[in-house]
């Protein structure tokens, strides 16, 4: 059962662009959003997270949007550039049980010059 | 560079074989977590561990198994090999919050297992 789902599958985006991924997720039991980012051969790594009682965090060029009654969140790339040219994923947690994390289905991010 | 360790990188062998793959955590870091990923599965989570003691369990197959040694490196365990277990395996640790949730987890680089 796909809990978080993510879109788009790719995206190509100019240099200096604004790069936009969407998850939404079904279960409201969820309390914590991280993005990771995963470049070619490498594991992913922490990007950016966000707690439900937030509605946007912001760190450098990136940001998460987050709507609790849509059961949405976002990510913005601003001012993409090619060295973000990499795999985005989405994921959530659940409170309690241990850590584990449920990913989305990633995106394939391109940023051309 | 993450802090966790994952040996071996690459490993090729073939059905019905057992493979060990090896995790060595974050240095302090108290959880291990395995996940698999697969292009048709994407990134699914398999086990995790809490000093020595398994924490949560995902949609790990019965033919696979693993554990948390007292220096806290993990071990995950492939018996029986199918041509469908082909996959990135991908360890992460995190410091262990025993109540769980929101911790940044490290994955390291991964093991690229090949069935063939």
């Known amino acids: 059962q796909q809990q978080v789902k993510q879109s788009p599958q790719s995206l190509i985006v100019q240099k200096g662009g604004i790069s936009i991924i969407n998850c939404a997720y079904e279960?409201?039991?969820?309390?914590?959003f991280p993005w990771y980012q995963q470049f070619p051969g490498k594991g992913p790594a922490l990007l950016i997270a966000?707690?439900?009682?937030?509605s946007e965090k912001k760190e450098g060029r990136f940001t998460i949007s987050f709507n609790k009654s849509a059961k949405q969140f976002s990510l913005h790339i601003m001012d993409s550039q090619p060295g973000d040219s990499a795999t985005y994923f989405c994921?959530?947690?659940?409170?309690?049980?241990?850590?584990?994390?449920?990913f989305g289905t990633g995106t394939q991010l391109k940023v051309e010059l | 560079d993450s802090g966790v360790t994952q040996t071996p990188k690459h490993l090729i062998t073939a059905t019905g074989q057992r493979v060990t793959l090896r995790c060595s955590p974050r240095s302090g870091d108290l959880s291990v977590y395995w996940y698999q990923q697969s292009l048709d599965q994407g990134l699914q989570f398999l086990i995790q561990?809490?000093?020595?003691?398994?924490?949560a369990k995902g949609n790990i197959l019965e033919r696979f198994s693993a554990q948390q040694f007292p220096d806290l490196h993990s071990e995950l365990n492939l018996s029986s090999l199918e041509l469908g277990d082909s996959a990135l395996y991908f360890c992460?640790?995190?410091?262990?919050?025993?109540?769980?949730?929101?911790?940044?987890?490290?994955f390291g680089p991964g093991t690229r297992l090949l069935v063939l």
């Open positions: 992460a640790s995190s410091v262990g919050n025993k109540g769980g949730g929101r911790e940044t987890q490290y």
């Open positions: 561990y809490y000093n020595g003691e398994e924490r």
């Open positions: 994921a959530a947690s659940i409170p309690g049980g241990g850590n584990k994390l449920t």
């Open positions: 279960n409201t039991a969820f309390d914590y």
């Open positions: 966000i707690r439900p009682d937030v």
